[in-house]
């Protein structure tokens, strides 16, 4: 199910999602992409070109969009996933919060997980404030835009909470 990580997810380090996620309200801009098998810088970009610093949350949306991904067993399918160049242009936009309907952010087959690695910048430190949501499902009515997201997760001692991630439309310009 929908489900929140911090970088504690992918590091040896106890990294805990009640400490990082401080703030559960963002900006948030809602994408759509096409996501037959990988998710690229240029499908990205082709959405959502700059930010000027004050949109922390990215919401992709997966298409095809059907209502099955709902209850969908992803075992075995290799579904998209993120190129690690989609998520290094995410984070040249200051993106802190990433969101997306796909099971995973990485190939499922590969067990390298280089789109996490490279969201959460592990260089010489982990990037401690950044959060990835997966599994989310954002239905076809509501459309493409800027938003205001409620973050909500358990205060769980643990790297990933069960997460409920809510959108509210805003007016501003």
């Known amino acids: 199910g929908t489900h929140t990580e911090c970088a504690g997810h992918i590091s040896k380090q106890s990294i805990f999602i009640k400490d990082v996620l401080q ?12 996501a037959e098998s990988e998710i690229t810088k240029e499908k990205i970009e082709k959405e959502f070109r700059e930010n000027d610093d004050y949109c922390k949350a990215l919401i992709v949306r ?12 992803y075992s ?4 998209a996933y993120f190129s690690a160049e989609s998520i290094n242009y995410i984070n040249s936009l200051g993106i802190e919060h990433l969101l997306t309907d796909l ?4 190939k ?5 997980l280089l789109a996490h690695h490279a969201f959460f910048q592990e260089v010489e ?3 401690l404030h950044k959060t990835v949501t997966e599994m989310i499902f954002v239905p076809d009515d509501v459309s493409d835009g800027l938003y205001f997201l409620n973050l909500q997760t358990a ?3 643990s790297d990933a909470s069960p997460s409920k991630p ?7 310009m």
């Open 125 to 127: 430190a982990w990037n």
């Open 155 to 157: 205060a769980f001692e």
């Open 108 to 112: 499922e087959d590969d067990n390298k």
């Open 103 to 106: 099971p995973s952010l990485d």
């Open 23 to 34: 703030n559960s309200f963002f900006l948030a801009m809602l994408i759509s992409v096409n």
């Open 76 to 79: 075995g399918t290799n579904p």
């Open 166 to 172: 809510l959108l509210y439309k805003t007016h501003l």
């Open 62 to 73: 997966s298409l095809p969009n059907s209502e099955s991904k709902k209850n969908k067993n």
